[in-house]
């Protein structure tokens, strides 16, 4: 049974960056697939914000490019996401999830984690 | 980008109702288009993919059709565990990106 686990800080000061980490457990990130981020603003919709491929390609929502970086530790089984320059409207539900192709649902999710942007 | 858009943004309905939501792409996405439940506090679960199958373990109440730019997400019979919001999704976009709906509440009526 493959899961998803985000963990990082709940709470994000303004223009700082947001970094958070998503373990996956039941199956080997370098075995392949896509592991993406996609957020979710507190009482609003979902938005995809990027995916990286088991070897290290990466895919951005061309709105957030500009301040996403995702990676992925193969030796810890985890990929993780930094968005920088954070601001208020940069507060939301993280989830990371699992996508079997790069034109593929997202079939596996983590429970998601409240990241809030406040000083 | 391409946008979707959801009818209705919410709706009213009782235990075995048939209920239908419409989802809507800016350009032609072929069947490249998700359903996705989520509950409050819980992650989206993905219901149907690539417009009508059904994901492993989905009541077979759910169905969704429709190619191009318009589909259609049934629930043949609601159950009271199907009061949620349904998002669609586009994955035909790639790799430039992945967009959703902004959702279609079901409550009870």
């Known amino acids: 049974q493959v899961q998803l686990q985000e963990s990082g800080p709940g709470l994000v000061k303004p223009s700082e960056t947001l970094s958070l980490t998503c373990a996956v457990s039941?199956?080997?990130?370098?075995?392949?697939?896509?592991w993406g981020w996609i957020r979710q603003p507190p009482g609003k919709g979902l938005e995809w914000i990027g995916s990286i491929y088991h070897s290290g390609s990466t895919y951005y929502n061309p709105s957030l490019k500009s301040r996403v970086t995702i990676s992925v530790d193969t030796s810890k089984n985890q990929f993780s996401l930094k968005l920088s320059s954070v601001t208020a409207a940069d507060t939301a539900v993280y989830y990371c999830?699992?996508?079997?192709?790069?034109?593929?649902?997202?079939?596996?999710w983590g429970q998601g984690t409240l990241v809030t942007v406040s000083s | 980008a391409i946008r979707m858009t959801q009818s209705p943004s919410s709706l009213s309905a009782s235990t075995g109702d048939r209920v239908t939501i419409t989802c809507r792409a800016s350009q032609g996405i072929s069947s490249y288009l998700a359903w996705y439940q989520q509950k409050p506090g819980k992650a989206p679960k993905l219901l149907i993919y690539a417009a009508s199958t059904l994901q492993s373990g989905v009541p077979s109440r759910f169905s969704g059709s429709g190619s191009g730019t318009d589909f259609t997400l049934t629930i043949s019979c609601l159950q009271s565990e199907d009061f949620a919001t349904y998002y669609c999704?586009?994955?035909?976009?790639?790799?430039?990106?992945?967009?959703f709906g902004p959702g279609t509440k079901v409550d009870i009526k």
């Open positions: 999704q586009q994955y035909y976009s790639y790799p430039v990106g992945f967009t």
């Open positions: 999830a699992r996508h079997v192709g790069i034109a593929a649902p997202f079939d596996y």
């Open positions: 039941g199956y080997s990130i370098s075995s392949g697939y896509y």
